[in-house]
DNA sequence: GTCTATATAGCGATAGAC
DNA sequence: GTCTATCGCTATATAGAC
């Protein structure tokens, strides 16, 4: 119980790879046991359902962002360059849990939906003393929000982010967090 | 040749209607048949493959961004405060091409993740001269898309709209458009 | 141009051996 | 705890009548 089987994270890890590499349509049950090592059966015994496997997922992405939360509100460079800088997808573990819940909402699932909005408004009650007004708060929450889309749609591309200039990366990024920072402070 | 058929272009409202309320997973040939109020087979007549409906919505959504780039240059207010105010979803042609392209993107569909990149880059090529440098555009261009994301995965929860904190309408609008063009201009 | 009927394949889920 | 085998359903697509 404290340490949960490895074969359900490997499950798991599996399942967010095919959301995050080839769309929700691909994550099928048996396309996921394949990718985990495992047979059909063996994944149906961690996870009784279809459901209960997104559920994982989600449950997986609230546990990350209670991390997130807490390093944010501790940074030395404040909450709102934190927060525009860790939207660019670095491939870390909630960039993943993200990418992959977004993908299960736009593909229809309801639960994933209302939890991604939970996890905007925690960011967003995070990120609300660090700027002037809840303009600037939107500015800031819907610039990460479109960080983060663009970085899904990329994904959806075989093999390709070296010169995508909508993903700003090292001087680009420090400009734009400036731009930011100046913007709602 | 000049007037497509009719049945064709309901067959397309149909399918965006459920990629947009539904999901992806829900666009089935059989519920696409059913809302256009056409049999399946009636519906493979004009499109003849599962893939063949997804590059028809994807024509129709190149021929709205046209007419909208052009409306773009030419408004009074700016291709800026234009971008971002269009940005905030009303429904309308435009509006649910684009999601529904979004959708079908983040289910797997190579070519819509693909033609999705192309309409941003028409979009951001538009925007440039109005804008300050790069960062000021990326700026804009990455707001706007926040704004998509947000009301594509609000669409996904029933019948909910109108007490949204992230989807600003009215004065929150201005203000936000006003908080952009300082940044950006 | 639109229909019904059907072929074929893939999906989620169950049963039961090991 | 993991496997194989299989059921029942739904999906895309085809064939051919009207």
Known sequence: MARPPLARERVLDAYEAILIDDGERAATLDAVAKTAGVSKGGLLYHFASKDDLAAGLLQRLDDLVVADVAAMRTTAEGPVAYYVRTSVMEGNALDRALVAASRLAQGGNPAA??????????????????????????????LSDGLYFNNAISGTISAEQPDDPFVPTGSALDALVALVERAVR
């Open 113 to 142: 939906a209302a939890r991604l909005r939970e996890v905007r408004e925690r960011w967003a009650d995070t990120l609300r003393p660090a700027v002037r007004d809840e303009a600037a708060l939107q500015l800031v929450m819907l």
